[in-house]
């Protein structure tokens, strides 16, 4: 329990650092949304993410499952999309427009992947001292 909690708070971290960069590298057509939300409203962002991926992203993908597979997996890029521009929607002071949720959520994606090959790496290292 103790590592799904750590792995959790890993995720939120670097899930808002993640829309920190994604914010000042697509822009939002506002003046310096990512100086004026704040590190609190990007920190807020990310758990919002983070909530919304675990929960509603599973749902998502199952009543999206024939546009995915019909398009080859690509139609996984709206649905990560979707997710960020939900989050962005919820959280106050950062917004988005849904292209620009889509490279958001392309860049989402990397970030947890890398962060989900890393734990995974760890695990294993830390099976084979045992």
């Known amino acids: ?4 909690f750590l792995v959790f708070l890993i995720r939120w ?11 000042s590298l697509f822009g939002t057509g506002y003046e310096n949304t990512a100086v ?3 590190a609190w409203g990007f920190l807020m ?10 929960v509603l992203k599973p749902i998502a993908v199952i009543f999206s499952l024939p546009a995915i597979l019909l398009t080859l997996g ?5 649905v990560n999309g979707l997710m960020v521009y939900i989050s962005l929607k919820l959280s106050p002071g950062i917004s988005m427009s849904f292209i ?31």
Request: hydrophobic share 55%; glycine share 6%; proline share 0%.
């Open 1 to 4: 329990m103790k590592r799904q």
């Open 13 to 23: 971290v670097l899930n808002s650092l993640g829309l920190w960069v994604a914010v």
């Open 36 to 38: 004026t939300a704040g």
């Open 45 to 54: 962002a990310g758990l919002i993410f983070s909530i919304i991926n675990t």
């Open 74 to 78: 690509l139609f996984m890029l709206v």
């Open 100 to 130: 620009n949720s889509i490279l958001t959520g392309m860049l989402l994606s990397l970030v947890n992947y890398i962060v989900s090959a890393a734990l995974e790496l760890r695990q294993t290292t830390s099976a084979r001292e045992i």
